[in-house]
């Protein structure tokens, strides 16, 4: 259902974002149950999600499950997504957040810059990006190896040119691995 140039998707459907996605690197992809607020136009210059999803539907299952429960988790918790993107001309910046009630908080941010020397036809181009990411158990810490923290940070650098492109990427990383529901 569309209205003021919203995009509001109630019940099963497929969500696309960083951490809750459709894993679709396969034949069958997870689908989600919920509720999800999206602008109408996907090519503004600024978007923003509101959601919660409160079940999911594993590729080896018949049925939908909480999303807690792919964590390991017997609660039965949806997981409420926030984010906010800025994109311009040279810059592409935004922050995401994940939110599990008594189990899981992820937040993800990144900041994106074309430098100014290049980018246009012909020329060359510069990209410089980092991005952030922190993920802690949160409330009555049910996830398995509670308390849990993990702290990541990445920078790439890419220079391009016609079709041509390079890039170095740094990261560093605390803890364990990120958690998402499989």
Known sequence: ????????????????????????????????????????WKDQTFEYIASYLWRYKPRDQTDFIPLSEGLGVELDEGILITGLRRRTASWNYGLTNYWIKDTLNTTYVEIDYLLPFGGSEGQPSLRVSINDLDQRSVGADLIAGAPYQTYQTSARLIASYHAWATGLISESRSASAPRSPR
Request: aromatic content about 10%.
């Open 1 to 40: 259902m569309t209205f003021a140039n919203q995009e509001l998707t109630v019940g099963r459907q497929l969500v696309r974002t960083l951490y809750v996605n459709t894993f679709d690197a396969r034949m069958i992809p997870l689908t989600f149950e919920g509720i999800v607020l999206l602008p109408e």
